[in-house]
């Protein structure tokens, strides 16, 4: 064991609330350390957690290189433009996807020196009095002790115990992300964000693609009048989704993935050549706490925080997946900022409540804020209004007419509830309501706003307009 080192700020995990936590710590003047043990396909230390390495950024990449495809050959006759027997090279598309994820964690690593973070790379355990052992990927191990401890453990996918990761026939998202060839017939389990966005890859590249849900809606968490313009698009698209499908089997065999499933008429079977399961995850703190550290863990895996991600351990905090609210990349990293803030005795806050979510999908779907559905539970007098994208001449140019927003007001105030988004773009737009209500502004505060035309943004604004039944390109 080597001497121990001494810190002002020690961040287990190197995710986007991890490194995002020790940059802002760093730049507060705090001495900082980050510990990650993710290693790249490389074997190489890989800085960026669960987003950067396979999350996030190489499932867009994907999801951009197969709407090039896509659109070469189904959407681009319409523009007059043909091309005679498109093909995809899939090992030159991973490895454009791998070269953006190299780019995007040697980043990471640059601004840890330009910031003078210390890293580690190893598995970090937390002890008692804010002492933190680091197992060195070489054997060796450190032990770290800090004023201040960040946990930003992350997330694991979910494995079912029927169902067992073999890293080639049945995979999660990391082997979804790199198959070396396009699956005749492709099978996943579970029809949320990661299945939809995974499973419309390898769709528009030619596989068969049949979505299993066990629940019995579709994308229960958004809008209804958002996730039925989405079912809708996804069947026009040919993905097959089938809802209150509950899988029990699942068994390799030579001709494929033998599955077994139950729905409304009774047990089925499907064959398919690959099957992504995507049913969750879950927060990743195995190992992570030593006995005597004082931190609780609930019944999830979660570390339990207060609304300032503190663990109640004086000098012990934790943000992002391991922790309570979204499991979401841009909620973990203003978690981090906030953390490293309040470390250094400035205001730091998140509100859970304008998180934005988004799926990129095509049409991608966005929301931020209450649904209808949760204000009608809740009690809440509330007042709609909604406006498509087939009437707006920017989406139409682009041949992207699908979809609409929806705002949703306080009945009483005009306070902005809920904006709720499908269409093109849609990943941008939604920022419209995210500042809208953090600033608390009304319906007809959008409304009033002048946005360019011809842009998508204006069916935010048209919208909001309608929420007063006062659109102007459409029948209220």
């Known amino acids: 064991m080597s001497e121990q080192q001494n810190f002002d700020v020690v961040v287990i995990g190197a995710g986007p609330g991890g490194y995002v936590a020790a940059i802002r710590a760093a730049q507060l003047g705090l001495k900082t350390a980050c510990i990650d043990a993710a290693l790249g396909k490389d074997g190489k230390p890989a800085l960026g957690g669960t987003c950067l390495r396979v999350g996030c950024i190489p499932s867009k990449a994907l999801l951009d290189s197969s709407r090039q495809f896509h659109n070469l050959t189904h959407m681009f006759a319409d523009h007059g433009i043909s091309a005679e027997k498109p093909k995809m090279d899939v090992g030159v598309m991973v490895g454009r996807k791998d070269k953006i994820v190299n780019q995007f964690t040697g980043g ?275 007042k709609t209004g909604s406006f498509p994208f087939a009437a707006n001449g920017r989406a139409v140019a682009m041949n992207e007419p699908a979809g609409l927003v929806k705002v949703i007001a306080h009945a009483e105030t005009d306070r902005v509830l809920g904006v709720h988004l499908c269409g093109p773009n849609v990943s941008e737009l939604v920022h419209s309501g995210v500042i809208t209500m953090e600033f608390k502004g009304a319906a007809d505060d959008l409304a009033r706003i002048c946005f360019a035309h011809p842009a998508l943004s204006e069916v935010v604004h048209e919208a909001a307009m309608a929420v007063d039944k006062r659109a102007i390109h459409k029948a209220n």
């Open 108 to 382: 990471i690593t640059m601004l840890f020196k330009a910031n003078k973070v210390t890293p580690f790379h190893g598995f970090g355990t937390l002890h008692a009095g804010n002492v933190v052992k680091v197992k060195q990927h070489d054997g060796s191990e450190v032990e770290l002790k800090a004023a201040n401890v960040i946990i930003a453990a992350g997330s694991d996918s979910i494995e079912l115990p029927f169902a067992k990761f073999d890293g080639d026939k049945i995979v999660d998202n990391v082997g979804a992300l790199d198959f070396t060839e396009v699956p005749k017939r492709l099978g996943v389990i579970g029809a949320g964000v990661i299945g939809l966005e995974l499973g419309s890859v390898w769709k528009r590249l030619g596989s068969e693609v049949t979505i299993l849900e066990a629940l019995p809606g579709f994308l229960a968490a958004a809008d209804a009048d958002i996730s039925k313009v989405a079912a809708r698009e996804f069947k026009k698209q040919g993905l097959d989704i089938k809802l209150g499908a509950k899988v029990s089997k699942a068994e390799i065999k030579k001709d494929g993935v033998h599955l077994t499933y139950t729905d409304a008429k009774g047990e089925q079977s499907l064959v398919v050549d690959k099957l992504l399961v995507a049913v969750g995850r879950r927060a990743a703190t195995k190992g992570l706490l030593a006995d005597g550290t004082g931190v609780k863990v609930n019944e999830r895996g979660q570390i339990e925080v207060d609304e300032h991600c503190h663990t109640g351990v004086d000098g012990v905090w934790a943000v992002g997946d391991c922790v309570r609210g979204p499991m979401l990349a841009h909620k973990a990293s203003e978690e981090g900022i906030a953390v490293a803030e309040l470390i250094a005795g400035l205001p730091g806050h998140v509100n859970l409540d304008t998180v934005p979510w988004v799926i990129y999908t095509e049409p991608e779907i966005a929301w931020v804020g209450k649904t209808e559905e949760q204000c009608k539970s809740e009690g809440i007098p509330y």
